[in-house]
């Protein structure tokens, strides 16, 4: 669990920027297996939050960059708040939408991943 807060959220954001251009199976494992992410609906657990990027991705929303624009350390959690692009592609090509999120990391399974995802 070495690394400020500050390169674990740059890290773990680039992990998650690589990991949505490779699809929704590669971004699932970014979360803790009991993690939650809340959008437009809640996902909790991998398995709900793979059906849900892939919802996603399947609008044509496949590639993402993201800024982290406050990070903290709170005992044994990292908590990011971001702002984000996503860039789509088919029927959302030159589309961009732009919005805000949070993260809270935690090392599990040997590596950050995000425990609680806000989306909006």
């Known amino acids: 669990m070495d690394g400020t807060a500050k390169q674990i959220a740059e890290q773990f954001l680039r992990r998650y920027e690589a990991a949505w251009a490779d699809g929704a199976e590669a971004v699932a494992e970014l979360y803790a297996s009991d993690g ?8 909790a657990g991998r398995s709900e939050i793979l059906k849900l990027v892939q919802g996603i991705i399947g ?50 399974d040997g590596a950050w991943r995000s425990t609680l995802h806000t989306a909006r």
């Open 36 to 43: 939650v992410r809340v959008g437009y609906f809640t996902a």
């Open 59 to 108: 609008q044509g929303w496949t590639q993402i960059k993201i800024k982290a624009v406050n990070v903290r350390r709170i005992g044994d959690v990292v908590l990011v708040a971001n702002e984000y692009t996503a860039f789509g592609s088919g029927a959302n090509a030159g589309k961009t939408l732009a919005a805000t999120a949070s993260h809270v990391l935690v090392h599990a």
